[in-house]
């Protein structure tokens, strides 16, 4: 669940930043200054997530059959 979160994560980061930049001009430097640092902090959110999910090795549990 935790390698889901963090792939969730980061295309919302993703999203976030390129949607930013598509802003057209009246508006673009005000979501600008608010979707860059939304981005960064679901970009770090989302590494961690996957990490700690990779590192606690959810990935590699077997199933229940």
């Known amino acids: 669940m935790r390698i889901l979160t963090g792939s969730v994560f980061l295309l919302?980061?993703?999203q976030a930043f390129a949607h930013s930049l598509q802003i057209g001009f009246p508006n673009a430097q005000?979501?600008?200054d608010i979707l860059f640092p939304?981005?960064?902090a679901l970009g770090?959110?989302?590494?961690?997530?996957?990490?700690?999910g990779?590192?606690?090795?959810?990935?590699?549990r077997p199933t229940a059959n």
């Open 12 to 14: 919302t980061a993703e």
């Open 30 to 32: 005000l979501a600008q």
């Open 38 to 40: 939304i981005s960064s």
């Open 44 to 52: 770090i959110l989302g590494v961690l997530f996957l990490a700690w």
């Open 54 to 60: 990779l590192w606690s090795g959810e990935a590699n």
